[in-house]
């Protein structure tokens, strides 16, 4: 039988590939005949980055920008050929993301996209065709403001100066001034990559939901949702874009928003985005078994997450999906579900979690009489 192992990273534990290997090692040990493909998926957020320059047979640029805070961090892009051209990916929280500032130093009022920004502009120094941005992780919320600052855009308050970086910022916003916004903009497909479909503003909007693990306060939360609605009434204005309550909108802290705005950005579910970069449907095709999972399989596992688009296009397939994890905290109607704790103890499968999922994967393969569907 041939076996498709498409699973998301084990965060802190394993790669994405690391786990397809080691599920691999396993299940060659009990069944040396079957053959294997092996496909990591992401799902948008952090990682995506490398799994898309790998699936596209790319390579890594490394750069230098401005961090959330306004501090030079390391950050890095991916180019890759592909059919149509050439295809960068930016991951937006390589230069903005939450991870690169301690738990005591956020602050989603002054946090900044300015680092994205720059990092597109360098992408498109390499004659795109198509961008792809990844966005999730975010330290911001700034509705993609110093995104769209970096990028060329003029945005004032009513003296004419340039209203300061984050969110907070945006109530001073006066005016739009996108005419020197880059041009190459204008000829790159942007493809945005996200898992969520939040409004920009509201109850279920970017400051709501996503600003207090960002570091912001009920009263913050009531002050950054004001400003992502006015920065929306002003490009509504002075750009003739209404897209205040289009879904994902709110995703990063409105980064969905700003490059939809200023970069003519399409918002697709990033679990979508991977599976068309690594032809996962053809390679489906093929497979007897698709085995999928990641760290720990929750509620959120099932909206828009790598687990929930396996199991959709292997039901459409006809194919069945088998899903191992570090920690099951959901077992979803109609798939089989195997965690490495529960077989091993949560700190074995912490520590060694090559081991564990190469002896589940043993056992697995044991337990299998003739292949699924036959």
Not at 146 to 168: F, H, I, K
Not at 196 to 223: F, H, M
Not at 228 to 233: D, K, S
């Amino acid at each position: 039988m041939h076996l498709l192992l498409a699973p998301d990273k084990f965060r802190g534990t394993l790669t994405g590939r690391q786990a397809a290997e080691a599920f691999e090692t396993g299940w060659r040990r009990v069944r040396p005949e079957d053959t294997y493909d092996i496909a990591p998926l992401a799902d948008g957020g952090e990682g995506t980055l490398e799994t898309l320059v790998d699936a596209l047979g790319g390579s890594i640029v490394e750069a230098v920008v401005t961090g959330p805070l306004g501090e030079r961090v390391d950050a890095m892009f991916g180019l890759a050929d592909g059919p149509e051209g050439r295809v960068a990916v930016v991951e937006m929280s390589r230069a903005s993301g939450l991870a690169l500032l301690a738990s005591g130093r956020r602050d989603p009022g002054r946090a900044t996209t300015f680092g994205t920004g720059e990092l597109i502009r360098l992408a498109l120094d390499h004659d795109l065709v198509r961008l792809v941005v990844c966005i999730g992780g975010s330290a911001t919320n700034d509705g993609g403001a110093g995104m769209a600052q970096a990028l060329g855009a003029r945005l004032v308050d009513a003296s004419g100066n340039t209203v300061e970086p984050g969110g907070r910022a945006l109530a001073d916003l006066a005016r739009i001034d996108v005419s020197q916004l880059d041009p190459r903009l204008r000829t790159v497909k942007v493809t945005v990559a996200s898992d969520v479909d939040n409004p920009l503003c509201g109850p279920s909007g970017a400051s709501a939901i996503y600003g207090p693990q960002k570091g912001a306060s009920p009263e913050d939360v009531r002050t950054l949702d004001q400003a992502l609605a006015h920065l929306a009434a002003v490009v509504n204005r002075d750009m003739g874009i209404n897209l205040k309550d289009e879904p994902g909108a709110g995703a990063a802290g409105g980064l969905g928003f700003g490059l939809m705005a200023f970069c003519g950005g399409r918002l697709r579910p990033g679990i979508d985005v991977v599976m068309d970069a690594v032809g996962l449907a053809a390679r489906l095709a093929r497979a007897a078994l698709v085995v999928t999972g990641e760290g720990k399989l929750d509620a959120g596992s099932m909206h828009g997450k790598v687990p929930a688009g396996v199991l959709r296009v292997g039901r459409e397939a006809g194919v069945p999906v088998l899903i191992v994890c570090g920690v099951a905290e959901v077992l979803p109607p109609g798939a089989q579900v195997w965690a490495l704790a529960d077989r091993f103890g949560l700190d074995a499968a912490l520590s060694d979690p090559r081991r564990c999922m190469t002896d589940l994967a043993a056992e697995l393969a044991e337990r299998l009489e003739s292949p699924p569907g036959s």
